[in-house]
């Protein structure tokens, strides 16, 4: 029995020289892999490789992307592992259109810029050229679109003072969707009571008098008004505190009436 022991010991010694040589061979090739690798990021930290070599930019209509990789400055030797995004937004959002942005990596040497932008809520025509006015109320003339008539926003009309257009537009952006795609013009028609008193033309064929004042509440009940209206009959909605529709048709019949009783009497 003995012997036997021996035996099985003897021939078990090589397989586990082998068997400790594969680890130790493991090992090495481990502790090699991780030098390279270490070696190759301190290479790539420390060289140019590791810099923004190429910048994105998306989600921008009115802001030019070479003015936005421009003022960002990534291109100026930035580290990709090193970005300043309050510095670059700051210098982007200079420009009168950009609200936000937004940074992202692609791959090693990449970065998109994600530009948000204020909403256009309007338009203000000077000639035959249409120019934006944003959510703001800033008036962009840096881009205008001419030879364009206006589909999606309403075309604002006297609105000489940006106090009351920045008010104006505040309200649109306030307005329900449904009634804002409605409206057409908007013209500013001040009176000694009301400065601020306004008349719409709606897309459906109305004419609407309202304020700038609380305008997006005003209008609101505006569907529910119309549909009780006969779209033949000429007049104009008051939407105000009590919204009510005043009829040209009555102004019409007293004026022939008026004739009538001048005809009269001169007989």
């Not at 030019?64 to 003022?71: L, P």
């Not at 950009?98 to 994600?114: A, G, Q, T, Y």
């Not at 025509?125 to 959510?135: D, H, I, Y």
Request: charge should be negative; charged fraction near 30%.
């Amino acid at each position: 029995m003995k012997e036997k022991k021996v035996v099985e010991i003897e021939e078990r010694i090589p397989k586990l020289k082998a068997r400790r040589k594969q680890r130790t061979n493991r090992r090495l090739i481990l502790y090699v892999s991780i030098f390279f690798l270490l070696m190759l990021f301190i290479i790539y930290f420390q060289s140019s490789y590791s810099h923004v070599q190429q910048v994105k930019v998306k989600g921008n209509d009115y802001a030019n992307s070479e003015w936005v990789i421009e003022q960002s400055g990534l291109l100026d030797g930035v580290s990709m592992w090193n970005l300043n995004e309050e510095e670059v937004s700051k210098k982007i959002t200079s420009h009168e259109a950009v609200s936000s942005i937004e940074l992202s990596r692609e791959f090693l040497n990449s970065i998109i810029i994600d530009v948000q932008e204020y909403a256009h809520i309007a338009y203000v025509q000077e000639e035959n050229t249409f120019f934006p006015v944003l959510e703001t109320g800033e008036q962009y003339s840096k881009d205008p679109a001419q030879d364009v008539v206006p589909y999606d926003a309403p075309v604002l009309r006297n609105f000489e003072t940006e106090e009351l257009r920045v008010q104006m537009a505040s309200q649109l952006s306030k307005t329900p969707k449904g009634i804002f795609e409605r409206i057409s013009e908007i013209t500013l028609e001040p009176t000694e009571n009301d400065p601020t008193r306004i008349t719409l033309l709606m897309n459906d064929g109305f004419t609407v008098s309202s304020t700038i004042r609380d305008f997006s509440e005003r209008i609101t009940p505006y569907p529910a008004v119309v549909d009780q209206l006969d779209p033949e009959i000429d007049g104009i909605v008051h939407m105000r505190m009590n919204p009510y529709f005043e009829s040209f048709e009555v102004e019409e019949e007293e004026i022939d009436e008026e004739e009538v009783e001048g005809i009269e009497g001169e007989g």
